[in-house]
Structures are given as C-alpha cells and as structure tokens.
C-alpha cells in the first residue's frame, strides 16, 4: 500500500529564517504526482506546491520549494524568509498516475516565532 | 478562494440523526471527492464522483452515502451519527480525473459536531 510519512510532528522558525519540513512515501509506482497542502488554523486546505514525479526539476512557488529525491522516495519542502503567514499544519500528500484519491501524511505543524 | 463551495460550515447534531452536508465544485469540474479529517484517524479519502458517476471509493462507513447531481453539485449523507463521526468534512473538486496531474482543490469544510 502507498503511504506517506511526515517524520516531523511539530518544527518552529523564527521569523525571516528558512525552514524544511521533511515527507518521504512508499510506492511501487514509477509515474505519480506528490503535493504539499497548507492547513491555517481557518481549516481549509490550501495547495502551497505539486511536483511531478517524471521531472527532475524541482518545482518552485515563491518562497516555496522541493527537493524531491525520487529513488530516496523523498519530498522535502522548504520554506525561504518563513513569515507570521506561515504558521499552518502542512501536508505532504501523493497520488499515483492514473488514481483518483490523494494519500496524505500525518502532518507537520509549522510555528513561527517573531 | 478555492471555487469549491461547502454548506453548512458548522453543523451540530446529536447520535442517530442524520445530516447532509453540500458540496458546489469549481467551475467547469466534473469530478467531485470527499475527505474526513478527524484526529485520530487524520484525512482520510471518502468517495468520488464524475460527471455524476461514482469513480472511486475510499473509507467510507455503510451509513454514509454520496451522490451528485446533473448540475454537478454533490451531497454526502451521514446517517445514525455516532460521536465518533465527528469529524472535519472535505468537499473537493478537479477538472478531468483521467489526467492524475490534476491539482485537487479543496473547500473550507463541513464541521461536524455529533453530541
């Protein structure tokens, strides 16, 4: 079964600092698409980034980025210049070619000290 | 603002009643999908459906059930709630599933208190 693991409960940053938050996932598949959501304590679930797993560039969006490692079946993402704006629970999720669902990890909760 | 439209926001009931929570997609997609968020259990896929057709199903409890409509609007039925359903409820929508590239965008959600 494909699963994703967010090994990191809980990180903090001070503010105008960079920061990396860690997702890794178990697949069999060769072609599939991995996301990070942000979840703000409003509750909607808000997509920060998405990677496609047959490019090797690694996506950017702003001050967001990914280090996706395919054979290490990583997805890290890291925020630049973290801001008060970033504070969220963050969600690593994957979907494989040709599904229909996300599979998400457990989350991350991303506190920002100014 | 994701374009995906969810009523009611907040929804308190009480064990063995039931409720329908509604879902408006975006704008020009067809397919529609349901999450339960709770604690324990985190987000967790539900049911799909496209162009009125259900496409996949996930986790989701006999006493639950779906359905969308022609104008592509879908509901999700929770009956003989229990307080274990409690729980945060996704509506979200993509344009043509056969292209699993397609971002999936979320509503705010459906909170469900069961007491």
């Known amino acids: 079964a494909q699963t994703v693991t967010q090994s990191q409960p809980e990180m903090s940053v001070q503010e105008a600092e960079t920061v990396t938050l860690s997702c890794t996932y178990d697949?069999?598949?060769?072609?599939?698409?991995l996301f990070w959501y942000k979840q703000p304590p409003s509750r909607q679930m808000i997509l920060v980034i998405r990677?496609?797993?047959?490019?090797?560039q690694n996506a950017t969006e702003n001050r967001f980025s990914v280090n996706f490692q395919k054979a290490a079946k990583s997805f890290s993402l890291k925020i630049s210049d973290s801001q008060l704006g970033d504070a969220a629970m963050y969600f690593c999720?994957?979907?494989?070619?040709?599904?229909?669902?996300?599979?998400f990890g457990q989350g991350t909760r991303l506190t920002i000290n100014p | 603002d994701s374009g995906v439209t969810q009523t009611p926001k907040h929804l308190i009931t009480a064990t063995g009643q039931r409720v329908t929570l509604r879902c408006s997609p975006r704008?020009?997609?067809?397919?529609v999908y349901w999450y339960q968020q709770s604690l324990d259990q985190g987000l967790q896929f539900l049911i799909q459906?496209?162009?009125?057709?259900?496409?996949a199903k996930g986790n989701i409890l006999e006493r639950f059930s779906a359905q969308q409509f022609p104008d592509l609007h879908s509901e999700l039925n929770l009956s003989s709630l229990e307080l274990g359903d409690s729980a945060l409820y996704f509506c979200?929508?993509?344009?043509?599933?056969?292209?699993?590239?397609?971002?999936?965008?979320f509503g705010e959600g459906s909170w469900l208190t069961v007491v």
């Open positions: 999720a994957y979907r494989p070619q040709g599904a229909q669902k996300l599979v």
């Open positions: 979200a929508s993509s344009a043509n599933p056969g292209s699993s590239g397609n971002t999936i965008y």
């Open positions: 697949t069999s598949e060769s072609d599939y698409y």
């Open positions: 990677q496609e797993a047959y490019k090797q």
């Open positions: 459906y496209y162009n009125g057709e259900e496409r």
């Open positions: 704008s020009g997609d067809l397919s």
